[in-house]
């Protein structure tokens, strides 16, 4: 199982900030990497996928990058609905696994 | 409007069974892979499985084997997740998914399992 490593566990930032998310793989995962943001009481929304695909909606401010075992999600500019728990996951070998999650918060 | 609706949750006690449903619509459902991913309270995320377009092979990751098994109705648009011998351990919300793009998910149903 390819186990997702994410840093920072907690990332405190202040709206309009640049928030730079780490996500690393035990394994390469080629660039099958998907962002997910989730809000309390909310199912994951997708961000990312293809390591720096924008999915349909996603603001410009949202950008992925990496491949292979290194990842990184960037938010140029923090806007208040940002704040939320991030998750990595990777989809390039079964079984899929998440990261566990870095919480962006004030 | 894609809508992708679990139910089927509930509490139920250890070593019981419990069906889960996943009523989709608006996008055509036997095309893809689909999937069901799970979070226990307060934790992260767990992809538990997913399965084919036509339901000819599934996956399922190794601390739900013989016990969770996927299936689907392609003429009706469902997804379901059959439980059984549930643990207390299985206590999460149960999300379905497409398998990958167009990454579409349901707003889950929460399974909690105790006695």
């Known amino acids: 199982e390819i186990v997702m490593t994410q840093s920072p566990a907690t990332l405190s930032v202040s709206p309009g900030e640049r928030a730079t998310l780490s996500c690393r793989a035990s394994?390469?995962?080629?660039?099958?990497l998907a962002w997910y943001q989730q809000k309390p009481g909310q199912a994951p929304r997708i961000l990312i996928y293809?390591?720096?695909t924008r999915a349909t909606g996603i603001p410009a401010r949202f950008s992925g990058s990496g491949s292979g075992t290194e990842f990184t999600l960037t938010i140029s500019s923090l806007q208040s609905e940002d704040f939320a728990v991030y998750y990595c996951?990777?989809?390039?070998?079964?079984?899929?696994?998440f990261g566990q999650g870095t919480k962006v918060d004030i | 409007e894609v809508q992708l609706v679990e139910s089927g949750g509930g509490l139920v006690q250890p070593g019981g069974s419990l069906r889960l449903s996943c009523a989709t619509s608006?996008?055509?459902?036997?095309?893809?892979?689909m999937s069901w991913v799970r979070q226990a309270p307060g934790r992260g995320l767990e992809w538990v499985g997913n399965?084919?377009?036509?339901?000819?092979?599934?996956n399922c990751v190794d601390s739900v084997k013989g016990r969770l098994t996927i299936s689907r109705d392609n003429a009706k648009n469902s997804l379901f997740l059959q439980m059984n011998t549930l643990r207390i351990e299985d206590t999460a919300v149960y999300y379905c998914?497409?398998?990958?793009?167009?990454?579409?998910w349901g707003q889950g149903t929460l399974v909690t399992v105790s006695s």
């Open positions: 996951h990777q989809y390039n070998n079964w079984p899929w696994t």
């Open positions: 608006g996008f055509p459902f036997s095309s893809y892979w």
């Open positions: 293809t390591a720096s």
């Open positions: 998914a497409t398998s990958g793009w167009p990454w579409y």
């Open positions: 394994q390469s995962v080629s660039n099958n």
């Open positions: 399965i084919k377009e036509d339901g000819s092979e599934q």
